[in-house]
């Protein structure tokens, strides 16, 4: 297994003839506090984010957002806040980047209607609404079934006239044990995405990604993946995306009390561009 991890990161490498991957950001998370010169708590419950989440976001609160032992630790939790019955903790970098490969060493969590991601927006709507200037999942996760990722891009217009590239629910090992590596390339032709080196997706972005309904926001090929976008890490309760007829019905705070794991743990974020 090592081997063939081995061997397909050194195809993958060998095999694209890209530029070289320089470093230009990082945050090991090694200080006793997060660093707010590199990051920025989103706070607050819906209305703000779509899909009936649960979670209140707080911040600067131990409880939902620490550094120790050297990682980032993002935690849900059952507990009433304003009008929810949950707290998580959500931040975006404060950086924002124009192509590159991001790489995220995380444990994830486990327990029912858990969902953490690790995502990228847009730093600007240049070419309209959620999602016209792109958003992307490095991954999204489901603490159910902790073996399995999903990668997507939306892009193509504004919604409901978007476009929605989406990974097969793929399966690894159980990415609630242990760290992984989670990575995201992009560069001018192609997004990848790969778990532990290994590649399960990739959407060709060296075309006219315009989904042809409603108007034309693009006037080139490539657009919107031509502008910066930031990182966001997060881990939220219930919502949408645990249909009741597969997922069962929204998890209950007494439920959630059984959650064997609340907690992302994050070892390092780092990002790289091509020389
Ligand atoms: C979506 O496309 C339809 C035509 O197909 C158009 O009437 C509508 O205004 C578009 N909506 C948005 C939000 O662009």
Known sequence: MLLTSIITVFMAF?????????????????????????????????????????????????ENVRVENGHLVIEARPEPMDKSQFTSGRLHTNN????????????????????????IMPTQNT????????????????????????????????YPNHTVSVSPLTKFTDLSVGFHTFTFEWDETEMRWLVD???????????DLWSHKGVDPYTQIGQPFDKPFYLILNVAVGGD???????????????????????????????????
């Open 14 to 62: 060998i095999g694209r003839g890209y530029g070289e991957w320089a470093l230009v950001w990082e945050d090991n998370f090694d200080g006793q506090s997060l660093d707010k010169t590199k990051w920025t708590y989103e706070t607050g419950a819906e209305p703000k984010w779509g899909n009936h989440q649960l979670q209140y976001y707080t911040e600067d609160r131990r």
């Open 96 to 119: 924002g980047w124009t192509r590159g490969r991001f790489v995220v060493s995380a444990r994830l969590p486990k327990g029912k209607h858990l969902w953490p991601a690790v995502w």
């Open 127 to 158: 070419y309209g609404n959620w999602p016209a200037s792109g958003d992307i999942d490095i991954f999204q996760f489901r603490g159910q079934k902790s073996d399995t990722v999903e990668a997507k891009a939306q892009y193509g217009g504004p």
């Open 197 to 207: 080196g290994q590649q399960y997706f990739m959407v060709d972005v060296h075309r």
């Open 241 to 275: 995306y645990f249909p009741v007829d597969v997922y069962g019905p929204q998890v209950t705070p007494e439920e959630a009390k059984q959650w064997p794991k609340p907690t992302m743990e994050v070892d390092f974020v780092r990002v790289y561009q091509q020389k």
